[in-house]
């Protein structure tokens, strides 16, 4: 074969492993900038989905208000995670955000437990629904979790093995945490009937 | 390679339990999925052609799943994970509804996509499973419970008008990238091999290969069709210009006519084609009986 012809093989070879070279830089780049947002976007859904069961809480305040008797303490604890995952929010600290949504989720299930134990809240139809309301939103909330964990999970992959870490090494991509649950929150929750025995049955 | 591999098993631990338990009833046969079989034919016939001409007259897709155990997982999840791998509803809209029963767990739900969860409430949800549902399979009267289910469910969906985009025809989809397939087989490759084949040499089949791998790994991000298609190329281009200096006419020609015919075999799809792929965020309601 001529001689020109072998040059050119090299060079479309060498042209070829320069633009893969930079396609791949790109293309990993680019790759880690959307699952990045992806984590994003998965934690707004969180944060979207506890503000709707948040906002509940005025609804459980209401009903249990007119109930005479009612043991204060359960309530006040949710009320107290509530305001420390608003605080957490604004501070943008994630860790304490999720640290506040396990402590309003379990206080919240003992709160419904308590609840229990009061016929005359648990047979209305408001508290019925507002049940259904609390495990619409829990459902949410876990599925929202589920994708977030989901996402963290593709986006670590991405910083944590060779050989796109090397690319978000250079650009400082930052694995992220889990939002792992509460290891007692699938657990029926613990709580301890202190209150007055002739105003509700204990036997419950 | 190690250090990758801990990594890679902590990754693995993280991952929260609950989607380790899911097992996949299988691929959905139409609106109706009666895996634990506690409905009449008769029933199924009805409520199938009743869901496709709903799905037809106002797009949502109501489907119903019976199965017989969740082994272990929880309905709730079960639900999600089900209602995504089949995609009810539209994918844009996603205005599915994913009425779930495990018969020996005695479970029930109502998983509502994302579209639909204004029309169909969670609260909404749970009445229709408790009013309605409930005091028939209570009696063993699965048949009853299911059509008071779906019926419900239809009367609190058919008012959600949902802007759908133009659906493209899934079946004319997969015949064109046939088309596309067959005419790369059958004038391309031909072509690029009477090209090649004019030369003694082989290495530019190499090349050719690399380009056509560096632009379909472009389109795919697949790095390995680089290496495969170079060796592909190289192979080829030996094969034609082997070939070539044997036989003029190459082994190829006159092949095409007999290519053409397996295209009705390829483009004939039977059955159920599929839901839309809708997805589902957890809305819904759960009961049991």
């Known amino acids: 074969m001529p001689k020109w012809t072998k040059w050119l093989a090299i060079t479309i070879v060498v042209v070829i492993i320069i633009f893969n070279i930079g396609s791949w ?10 699952t990045n947002e ?68 379990s206080s919240l299930s003992r709160l419904l437990v308590t609840i229990e134990a009061y016929p005359n809240i648990k047979s209305t139809q408001a508290f019925s629904d507002l049940t259904t309301a609390l495990e ?52 029926a929750p613990d709580v301890k009937f202190d209150f007055n025995p002739t105003t509700s049955p204990a036997t419950k | 390679m190690k250090r990758l591999l801990i990594i890679g098993l902590c990754l693995l631990t993280l991952w929260p339990s609950t989607g380790l338990s899911y097992t996949s009833p299988g691929k959905p046969s139409g609106f109706i999925n009666d895996f634990a079989q506690i409905l009449s034919a008769d029933v ?15 797009n949502h897709e109501i489907v119903v799943a019976t199965i017989k155990s969740l082994d272990g997982d929880d309905i709730e999840s079960y639900a999600n994970t089900l209602f995504r791998e089949w995609g009810a509803g ?30 169909l409430t969670d609260i909404e949800s749970k009445t229709i499973l408790n009013e309605y549902v409930q005091p028939q ?29 133009k659906q493209t025809n899934k079946q004319s989809k997969i015949g064109f990238s046939i088309d596309l397939a ?21 290495w530019l089949g190499g090349v050719l290969g690399g380009v056509i791998g560096s632009i379909l790994w472009f389109i795919s991000a697949f790095l390995l069709l680089i290496p495969l298609f170079i060796v592909v190329g190289l192979v080829f281009d030996y094969l034609v210009s082997k070939n070539f200096q044997q036989d003029k006419k190459s082994w190829w020609a006159g092949g095409g006519p007999h290519g053409w015919d397996r295209k009705s075999d390829g483009g004939s799809f039977g059955g159920f084609g599929g839901f839309g792929g809708g997805s589902s965020g957890g809305g819904g309601a759960s009961s049991g009986w």
């Open chain 1, 25 to 34: 830089v790109s293309g990993t780049y680019n790759a880690l900038v959307t």
């Open chain 1, 38 to 105: 992806l984590v994003s976007n998965r934690f707004a859904d969180i944060e979207a989905q506890y503000q709707r069961r948040m906002d509940l809480i005025p609804n459980i305040v209401e009903t249990v208000k007119g109930s005479a008797g009612f043991e204060q303490s359960t309530l006040q604890q949710v009320v107290a995670a509530r305001s420390a995952w608003a605080q957490a929010k604004s501070a943008g600290n994630v860790a304490g955000q999720f640290a506040a949504a396990n402590a309003f989720d």
């Open chain 1, 136 to 187: 619409g939103t829990e459902n949410r909330i876990a599925v929202a979790r589920r994708d977030y964990n989901e996402a963290v999970k593709n986006y670590n992959l991405k910083t944590k093995t060779f050989p796109s870490n090397l690319i978000a090494g250079m650009y400082d991509f930052e694995p992220k945490t889990f939002f792992e649950a509460d290891s007692g929150a699938k657990k």
């Open chain 2, 44 to 58: 199924k016939t009805d409520l199938e052609s009743k869901l496709a001409a709903f799905d037809k007259q106002t």
């Open chain 2, 90 to 119: 539209k994918k844009s809209a996603n205005n599915g509804v994913l009425f779930l029963i495990a018969l020996d767990d005695r479970k029930m739900r109502i998983e509502v996509g994302y579209g639909l969860e204004g029309a």
């Open chain 2, 137 to 165: 399979f209570k009696n063993n009267d699965y048949n009853a419970g299911i059509i008071a289910g779906v019926t419900h469910i239809q009367k609190s969906i058919i008012g959600e008008v949902i802007p759908i985009a």
């Open chain 2, 182 to 202: 067959l005419f790369a087989i059958f004038v391309i490759v031909p072509w690029l091999g009477s090209v090649l084949g004019r030369s003694r040499h082989w």
